[in-house]
């Protein structure tokens, strides 16, 4: 038996520091490097990280070092490990069954007329994973090496790493019926089957040189899965019973983060396992331990979800409360993986030095961790100065300027603030647009080529005058909103050439914000953004899209929809502060949104885009906390969008949202017209819709955007009428499933063409003016 370390962390980042994987993996699909090369990438980067996290304390040998590395996306991982390949990718399988990177990458994103595996968010975070697909005809096996391999990796350059996988309870939870499924299939029903490959993956890990594994399993935190907390608690009780019986095995750690393991703990206790890790950031440290039965407690004090510094003296005391309680053996780690933070905070030149020492990036947070550790396994006073420092970076953020601004705080609300006149009267009002039936828009953003990121970084780093820049950016909307007239959209955008990120570009000109350089965090596949740092109150200093929409309209007789980022998804996809609760700060930034609304409507500005894709992504997991999230985010929304007067059209567009969860949310939104991701999941949500009586405008999308592939106009057309049996006529707008940005150009105008046509079929069908 070997001791579990005295600290870890749960997962780190796997894109590179400098996004080297993104750059290798999209070099590969581009084929501009062969399989071999992205291999020795790959390598090279896990390689890095071993020592690096070496560097920073964790140890070479104890299995400290968590063995995290994907391609693409932790759950695909664990899928294709054990088999689950929906049948239309079995036959890109290798010669000897197993499943390779092009069977897996095809998964990932579709070719031709292999639709990829769907994506949704993972738990509470802006992590998108690929859900499952499986059936009664699912056949398991052992389809895949290259966990093992990895470990077999480590310990030949002279490390113990700890391998993580995605454990079988977590991964049929997430899962959803394959199309050959009867109704009701539960993919949870084939636990036993899975469970028997895992022991198979645990028996060759163990002689690959792996002393420990960690199965993580979130879904035991979650109420918000169609499973229940009891069907999971079973679950888990019966997989680890088979696992942990295994003869031959490594030792197991169920990692279980992003909230409380509450009624599950006593499961996990009584399981033959070694090791529990529970978030004790998300979750309180309980009134009471179950008997552990010699096992350790690893201890997730530090925040992996966030980037402050925090509290490392209350993280200490969590840790010996722990202790206090009886825990046999308490370890010390991060709360989640470290994947939803950036490298290292000393990358970062050019933030501002106090703030930065507010900061703890991945690299930082493992040093927090091993301080921890230190302390464990000698005392307190051994790492008094790492404490007292933490503590005093709490109190200087607490008086710093700009922290706390009076005037922001002095902005009264009222109730009428909140609202505007009624739904009905408002759609009265909007008939003088004069929209044709089944009205064709796109969601936001147009591609951003190699001629815009160049544009940018060069206009940034100052080598590109303003007044160039400008010119650059007004020929860009040109092209884009001529392009849109000649495809025959109806309500066209300009584009967004000039923002880098729809949350940051918003940041950029907001008080109470700074960006980084280097902030990389992974959002799903190889596709990654920078979370910009909410630190302080927010203003609006001066008008941020207005005369960038006011362009675009001067130039066609068609409406321009003004586009904005709502409240909650710049809160959700920023690392925001945690010193005040969250609806304090969403109502701050839905005033200075409410005042861009203002003044794009005196610009001439008829419609107007309030993107809220982030909206089902920060429900709280826990059900008794969930009716006060929606309450507060919801609000702001209606903060942002109450002074617009009733013939503007308000829409808000979300992703991944998963409809039927939060329709009521959806619906107290009051938004004009409603855009919902629902390509990828071949329109299921239109039933939701209907179902639930949703009367407003919705657009659900027809056109996958996170892949590669063109959608066929015969595609295009089924998804369309089958909205149209389902929902009213007049409720229908056609739009892709998010915005263009990561797409390139000649897919992106050839889907539009199959989208318009499609789209006048279907038009003539319900016999409406094409």
């Given at each position: ?24 993996v999209?070099?590969?699909?581009a084929?501009?490097?062969d399989?071999a ?54 036959d ?7 499943i ?14 292999r ?33 093992v391999?990895?470990?077999?990796e ?6 113990r ?21 009867p ?10 089957d ?20 960690q ?10 899965l ?51 890790a ?7 440290v ?10 350790t ?17 209350g ?26 933070v ?15 020492s ?32 933490a ?5 200087d953020?607490?008086t710093?300027?700009?922290?706390r ?10 109730e ?9 009267e ?27 990121r160049?544009a ?27 392009l ?19 949350v ?18 992974q959002?799903?596949?190889?596709r ?9 109150d927010?203003?609006?200093p ?15 007789a ?7 980022t ?62 006060a ?13 109450g ?8 829409h ?8 039927g ?5 959806i ?8 855009s919902i ?14 179902k ?31 909205a ?47």
């Amino acid at each position: 038996m070997t001791a579990f370390p005295a600290g870890t962390i749960l997962g780190y980042p796997r894109i590179g520091r400098r996004r080297e994987l993104k750059k290798a993996v999209e070099a590969f699909w581009a084929g501009r490097i062969d399989e071999a090369a992205l291999e020795t990438t790959a390598a090279g980067l896990r390689a890095a990280t071993r020592e690096r996290l070496a560097e920073l304390g964790l140890g070479r040998e104890d299995s400290a070092i968590p063995e995290s590395f994907s391609y693409y996306d932790q759950v695909l991982d664990a899928a294709l490990t054990v088999g689950a390949i929906p049948s239309r990718f079995e036959d890109l399988r290798d010669a000897d069954g197993t499943i390779g990177l092009p069977a897996y990458f095809t998964a990932a994103r579709g070719e031709g007329d292999r639709a990829p595996l769907e994506m949704t968010k993972w738990f509470d975070s802006n992590y998108h994973y690929l859900v499952p697909e499986i059936g009664p005809e699912t056949v398991f096996s052992l389809s895949s090496s290259r966990l093992v391999d990895q470990v077999a990796e480590a310990v030949a350059a002279g490390f113990r790493t700890r391998p993580v996988i995605v454990g079988p309870v977590t991964l049929l939870a997430l899962a959803k019926a394959s199309d050959a499924s009867p109704d009701g299939f539960d993919p949870l029903s084939r636990l036993d089957d899975v469970v028997a490959v895992y022991v198979e993956l645990l028996a060759k890990l163990k002689a690959a040189g792996a002393d420990w594994v960690q199965l993580d399993e979130p879904a035991l935190v979650s109420e918000s899965l169609p499973a229940t907390t009891v069907q999971l608690a079973d679950a888990a009780q019966r997989a680890l019973v088979v696992l942990g019986g295994a003869a031959d095995r490594p030792q197991i750690l169920v990692a279980a983060p992003y909230a409380a393991l509450g009624e599950v703990l006593p499961v996990l206790a009584s399981a033959p396992i070694e090791a529990i890790a529970i978030d004790l950031v998300r979750g309180a440290v309980p009134e009471s331990l179950p008997d552990l039965a010699g096992k350790t407690l690893v201890g997730g004090v530090i925040d992996g979800h966030n980037i402050w510094r925090g509290d490392l003296r209350g993280a200490f005391d969590k840790l010996e409360a722990l202790r206090a309680l009886g825990a046999p053996a308490v370890s010390a780690s991060t709360s989640t993986s470290l994947l939803h933070v950036p490298h290292d905070v000393t990358d970062e030149s050019k933030l501002d030095a106090r703030l930065v020492s507010w900061l703890a990036f991945a690299d930082q947070k493992v040093e927090q961790v091993t301080a921890l550790a230190r302390g464990l396994v000698e005392d307190r006073a051994a790492v008094a100065d790492a404490l007292d420092a933490a503590t005093a970076a709490l109190a200087d953020r607490q008086t710093a300027p700009g922290v706390r601004d009076g005037a922001v705080r002095a902005r009264a609300l009222a109730e009428a603030d909140f609202s505007r006149v009624s739904y009905e009267e408002r759609e009265a009002a909007q008939l003088a647009l004069d929209l044709p039936a089944l009205p064709l828009t796109t969601i936001g953003s147009f591609p951003q080529t190699g001629d815009i990121r160049r544009a940018r970084a060069q206009f940034t780093r100052g080598e590109l005058p303003q007044d160039d820049y400008e010119a650059f950016l007004r020929t860009e909307i040109d092209r884009v909103v001529a392009l849109q007239e000649d495809l025959g959209l109806d309500v066209l955008v300009h584009g967004e050439a000039e923002r880098n990120d729809m949350v940051q570009y918003f940041a950029e000109n907001l008080d109470g914000f700074a960006v980084t350089e280097n902030g990389w965090v992974q959002s799903y596949g190889s596709r990654a953004t920078r979370p910009s740092i909410l630190w302080g109150d927010v203003s609006r200093p001066a008008p941020i899209t207005v005369s960038w929409s006011a362009y675009a309209q001067s130039l066609s007789a068609k409406h321009v929809k003004g586009m904005l980022t709502g409240p909650v998804t710049i809160l959700a996809w920023s690392f925001v502060r945690d010193d005040q609760p969250l609806g304090e700060t969403a109502n701050q930034v839905a005033l200075a949104l409410r005042d861009e609304i203002t003044d794009l409507e005196a610009a001439g500005i008829a419609i107007i885009q309030v993107d809220e894709p982030a909206l089902r992504e920060l429900l709280p997991l826990k059900k008794a906390d969930q009716a006060a999230y929606l309450e507060w985010s919801v609000n702001s929304f209606r903060l942002a969008t109450g002074g617009a007067a009733a013939p503007t059209q308000i829409h808000t567009h979300l992703c991944y949202s998963e409809f039927g969860v939060v329709i009521d949310a959806i619906r107290a939104l009051d938004a004009d017209v409603t855009s919902i991701e629902a390509a990828r999941s071949r329109m299921e949500v239109v039933a939701d819709i209907a179902k639930y009586g949703f009367d407003h405008g919705v657009g659900p999308g027809v056109y996958d955007i996170h892949s590669p592939r063109v959608p066929s106009v015969a595609e295009i057309e089924s998804l369309l009428r089958r909205a149209t049996s389902e929902l009213p006529l007049r409720q229908l707008w056609v739009n892709p499933d998010c915005g263009l940005k990561t797409r390139g150009y000649d897919e992106t105008v050839a889907s539009l063409r199959n989208i318009v046509e499609a789209t006048h079929r279907v038009r003539e069908d319900v016999n409406v003016p094409a």
